[in-house]
């Protein structure tokens, strides 16, 4: 039996010196070798984004630690392709842990989220983990799902071009479900303010009235004290779509 422990890449939006991460690379060294790379600065709602208007740069810290100023995408794409070595390979891609949920819709802007898709389209199995909690964070039950979930994940594999997003449950969990992607029921709050030039400056906010109520989705596993894992893909297709459109009878 092989004794070779198997390399894991970490990443996140919240930067590298997010108490999250440093809490992930802490329980997933019990795993295996971990290398991170991982935002310069906090990146969160960067969603899938790739910096091709300007130059990357890239700090290295340590023989194992890298911070690059730019996305998560970024991150992984560099990490995957120049600054880890071939033989250095990772097993898996383990983003977060975020700070704070992302749960149905709120995955599409994720960071978090799309570091564990940029790694799964490169072909290195990602996961995305998240709390959802955004005061008085504590990692100590999150790092256990963490080391959990990725050695189910190193263990068994995941399906092709399948990333897990999870999601954890502030305390204790009550058990894990496996769910569907959810709705959220939210409207955006756009305040106006005035900077000391007299131009005006906006923030974009976020008034969430609760959540859509379908049946096994994230946001009903989490509010019910469950650590949710959602798989995810990249392929964005509405498959039911295509059936409706073919009965379209417009001439393109």
């Excluded at 092989?2 to 060294?29: F, H």
């Excluded at 033989?87 to 704070?100: D, M, T």
């Excluded at 009903?220 to 009965?247: F, W």
Aim: charged letters at 25%; one cysteine or more; proline letters at 6%.
């Amino acid at each position: 039996m092989s004794t070779t422990r198997p390399t894991i890449l970490i990443t996140n939006d919240d930067g590298y010196l997010s108490d999250g991460i440093r809490a992930m690379e802490e329980g997933l060294s019990t795993l295996g070798d971990v290398y991170m790379v991982a935002p310069e600065s906090e990146q969160s709602g960067a969603s899938h984004s790739l910096t091709l208007s300007r130059p990357l740069r890239i700090r290295q810290i340590d023989e194992r630690h890298w911070a690059v100023d730019g996305t998560p995408t970024d991150c992984v794409t560099l990490a995957l392709n120049q600054i880890l070595p071939p033989e250095s390979r990772p097993a898996v891609c383990c983003s977060g842990i975020n700070h704070g949920a992302n749960l149905g819709d709120d995955a599409t802007y994720s960071g978090t989220v799309a570091g564990a898709l940029e790694s799964t389209i490169l072909g290195v199995p990602g996961l995305a983990f998240s709390l959802a909690s955004y005061r008085d964070q504590d990692f100590t039950e999150s790092v256990k799902v963490v080391v959990d979930v990725t050695r189910k994940a190193l263990e068994e594999g995941l399906p092709v071009w399948t990333l897990l997003n999870v999601n954890i449950p502030k305390g204790i969990p009550r058990g894990f479900r496996v769910t569907k992607q959810g709705f959220k029921d939210a409207r955006p709050v756009i305040s106006e303010h005035m900077d000391p030039r007299g131009k005006p400056y906006y923030w974009i906010g976020e008034l969430r009235e609760g959540f859509r109520a379908e049946g096994n989705t994230d946001f009903e596993a989490v509010d019910e004290g469950y650590v949710s894992i959602t798989p995810m893909r990249s392929d964005l297709t509405s498959h039911s779509g295509i059936k409706r459109l073919e009965n379209w009878n417009t001439e393109f």
